[in-house]
């Protein structure tokens, strides 16, 4: 399975502060935004990244992430001339994707909770379907909701309806099988003059090779579409971390633990980072002073210990 991160638009509703970077580019806390969707397709065990922005923005995020090295991925980069929804994003991707299945992020979308790894794991081994998921909010109108039947099979899905059939709104996580190009070529502009993401995801359920799995208690999904929407965000980060000690969505860990990069390739990226909480974090996962669990109900570990050179 491949991965795609989308990035671009012009994020006005942050203005003035993206008026000269790309929102996904702006700090979440203690490190930029596109860490985040990032961190969840590496979770994902996905290795293989498109990152999809701007004409202006694309070289930003190269100059930030390189083509992957010190996440042990492969990163490549192409560019959205104009937003035109989410649908766009498997055509201008048609060739990065080939003939893989493919899971998208929107690259402002935080996600956070036990057993998320798990999740994500099994969305991408689902295997000749769509897997989708569902978060509850106040606010449907805002979203994609997808309304479910009494044994909780969904059964509809709308694009920012005004009478919502339910609370549970689609996130900015995706998992399609190849079928997905060819759905997306498929798509006629809405009302908005975008392709949406909505009509793809309703071409599968209609089809009943839509899987929607519901995010319940323990989980967090947060964008940060809005200066108090990205504040609230931060907060939340910073909340975690202080009480927890840890660092969410920190790329090399996650790399590290999935013995993609060495412990010397760890602590390089540590060393880059200096005295900051982010590095001295990477140093204290190399020292496996971090406790670990893959799984709900797994039992845990203490990161890595050995210290081969991949």
């Known amino acids: 399975m491949k991965g795609i991160i989308l990035a671009g638009g012009s994020a006005t ?3 003035p502060l993206t008026t000269v970077t790309s929102k996904q580019l702006l700090p979440l806390y203690d490190k930029p935004m596109i860490y985040y969707p990032l961190s969840m397709l590496m979770l994902a065990g996905i290795r293989e990244i498109l990152i999809i922005s701007t004409p202006t923005d694309t070289p930003k995020f190269e100059g930030l992430l390189g083509h992957g090295e010190k996440f042990g991925i492969k990163l490549s980069y192409a560019v959205q001339e104009e937003p035109k929804g989410l649908g766009q994003a498997f055509i201008i991707g048609e060739e990065f994707i080939g003939d ?3 899971a998208m992020v929107l690259g402002d979308n935080l996600f956070y909770g036990n057993g998320l790894g798990h999740m994500l794991r099994s969305a991408a081994n689902n295997e000749g ?7 509850y909010v106040d606010n449907p109108s805002d979203f994609g909701v997808v309304e479910f039947n009494r044994d909780g099979i969904p059964v509809s899905i709308e694009e920012k309806p005004k009478k919502p059939k339910s609370n549970y709104a689609v996130t900015g996580m995706y998992f ?3 079928r997905v190009v060819d759905f997306a070529k498929k798509l006629i502009p809405s009302e908005r003059g975008e392709y949406e993401i909505t009509d793809i995801n309703r071409m599968y359920l209609e089809l009943g090779d839509l899987d929607v799995q519901l995010m319940g208690r323990g989980f967090a999904w947060l964008d940060t579409g809005t200066v108090d929407a990205l504040l609230d965000a931060a907060n939340f980060v910073r909340t975690v971390e202080q009480f927890q000690g840890i660092i969410i969505s920190a790329p090399e860990e996650i790399a590290y633990n999935m013995r ?4 010397r390739k760890l602590l390089e990226s540590a060393q880059m980072y200096g005295k900051s909480n982010y590095g001295e974090h990477l140093k204290r996962v190399a020292s496996g002073k971090i406790l670990y669990s893959k799984n709900v109900g797994e039992r845990p570990y203490w990161g890595r210990d050995d210290d081969e050179d991949e």
């Open 13 to 15: 509703r942050l203005y």
């Open 100 to 102: 893989d299945s493919v």
């Open 129 to 135: 379907r769509a897997t989708i998921f569902g978060y």
């Open 176 to 178: 399609y099988d190849n």
């Open 260 to 263: 993609w990069i060495s412990k």
